[in-house]
């Protein structure tokens, strides 16, 4: 986990912060307690852990609150941030507090957000789509807009957030049928579907797409580490396993008509059975999908 935390220092972290420091709603995917346990244990360390949040904010994988940037005279963090972590990690305190300590490490300036530009809208962003639902799901999003209480105006954009989300990808997505579950995707360039070679050499490949369960029964997509992953990418001689993902405990539970967007990055080996993605122009490249209901190779533009 430290190879990957250090290695992914070197790409640019993207931010628009706001003038203070807000103690409201932010999403942070679950799978990254397990950092925050591995820091507050030791395992890492603190340069590691903060270059792995900033990289997480910057893909968009992680959401914080509007917070003013600071300049700090010391990197050192405060000891009372590594136990909220560790607390996070087992459950003991909520999302907020540990969002709240993060915003403590951007206020003080030990955690570097570059003010550049803008982040770009994702796939799940409001849509300028001249589609008749689209607009109808806007209008609809738009008296969200005029609830005071924060949670209360979130709990009324998730739902319909998810609408134009499922359909912005049902609609212009590439679509794949596999058993019971439709991989919809955008392909290599999209937003969250990205492939660079850092400064440093290590090429990084990030694969976004909806998966809809279509079929009457609950079913499940399943990736548990590294080593027990029914996705990755094949090369045509070797297969190269993910270095992050956002698969709660290990898989996705869906519902008959659900859908989910995950995210799965192939980069430096964080161990547990993983690999070190390298690129080579003269191959070509598969994302391999590998589940007991069905298998399917989609191929990957990496040029």
């Not at 995950?262 to 191959?283: A, R, V």
């Amino acid at each position: 986990m430290k190879t990957l935390l250090t290695a992914i220092s070197t790409i640019a972290v993207l931010l628009l912060v706001g003038s203070s420091v807000s103690s409201v709603y932010a999403e942070v995917p679950s799978w990254v307690k397990n950092n925050a346990g591995w820091w507050a244990e030791g395992t890492i360390d603190d340069d590691s852990f903060v270059q792995g949040i900033q990289f997480l904010i910057k893909e968009g994988i992680m959401e914080i609150p509007a917070t003013t940037q600071g300049v700090s005279s010391s990197n050192e963090i405060p000891s009372w941030i590594k136990n909220n972590a560790g607390w996070w990690a087992e459950g003991t305190i909520d999302d907020d507090s540990f969002v709240q300590g993060i915003q403590f490490l951007i206020k003080e300036g030990i955690m570097s957000i570059t003010q550049a530009q803008e982040s770009k809208q994702s796939v799940s962003s409001v849509s300028t789509s001249d589609d008749s639902v689209i607009a109808s799901l806007e209008a609809e999003l738009e008296k969200c807009s005029e609830i005071v209480k924060a949670y209360k105006r979130l709990d009324c954009e998730k739902p319909i957030k998810q609408e134009i989300l499922v359909h912005t990808y049902k609609t212009g997505a590439e679509h794949f049928d596999l058993g019971p579950i439709t991989y919809h995707w955008f392909g290599v360039g999209s937003e969250g579907n990205g492939f660079e070679i850092t400064p440093t050499g290590q090429p990084i490949l990030s694969v976004r797409m909806l998966a809809e369960n279509t079929s009457s029964e609950i079913t499940a997509i399943n990736c548990t580490s590294p080593a027990i992953c029914n996705y990755d990418v094949w090369d045509g001689s070797k297969a190269f396993k993910y270095s992050g993902m956002d698969f709660t405990s290990g898989q996705i539970v869906m519902n008959p008509g659900d859908a989910r967007e995950f995210n799965i990055l192939f980069g430096p080996n964080i161990g547990y059975g993983g690999t070190e993605f390298k690129y080579d122009s003269s191959k070509t490249y598969e994302f391999r999908i590998n589940e007991p209901f069905g298998k399917m190779n989609i191929h990957l533009d990496l040029e």
